[in-house]
């Protein structure tokens, strides 16, 4: 893998921190927003995330997707407040480290089917659950540019931080 394990465990903790940074920029007014009808509102946005990671790693690590575990996740989000989904998002820092740490070598390496293709462990997790957090966290942050935080900037984005251009 390209990444070494503590590489990847630290860049899905650095994906968590940040969106935990976004997530403190949104108020009541951005939780019910959606830009269409079809599109998840931010706090449905943030309660995916709550069970992206967490659901696909040991699917992930199984060799085959737990639609049932997903189901019950995807569920129990449902019913989670805006304080409930934080702290839930901000429990994967040690939960991913934990997920991660008794991958070897050989498990990132080994070829598994899933969703159609065959692919390593390390490249699902790399491609499904890093990515996806970057590409949800870049959601997160059109989304408040939308409903008026013009102070957000590329710094907030990529880097977790409140800083000026």
């Known amino acids: ?7 990847l465990i630290a860049s899905l903790q650095n994906e968590v921190r940040i969106l935990l940074h976004l997530a403190d920029k949104a108020d009541a007014a ?5 830009p269409t009808p079809k599109q998840r509102s931010t706090i449905e ?3 995916y995330l709550t069970y992206m990671g967490p659901v696909m ?9 737990d639609m049932p575990a997903w189901s019950a996740a995807e569920q129990a989000a449902q ?4 304080e409930q989904v934080r702290a839930s998002l901000a429990a994967q820092t040690d939960l ?3 997920l991660l740490g008794d991958y070897s070598e050989e498990d990132f390496q080994t070829q598994i089917e ?4 065959t692919s390593s462990k390390g490249y699902l997790i790399t491609n499904v659950v890093l990515c996806g957090h970057a590409a949800y966290r870049t959601q997160l942050f059109l989304y408040l540019k939308a409903n008026g ?10 880097a977790g931080i409140d800083a000026q251009m």
């Open 114 to 117: 899933m969703f159609g293709r």
């Open 57 to 65: 790693i040991p699917s992930i690590q199984a060799g085959a997707f």
């Open 79 to 82: 019913a989670a407040n805006f």
């Open 149 to 158: 935080h013009d102070e957000l900037n590329t710094y907030n984005l990529w």
């Open 30 to 34: 951005v939780l019910d927003y959606r």
């Open 96 to 98: 991913y480290a934990q």
């Open 1 to 7: 893998m390209a990444l070494t394990k503590d590489e």
């Open 45 to 47: 946005l943030l309660r």
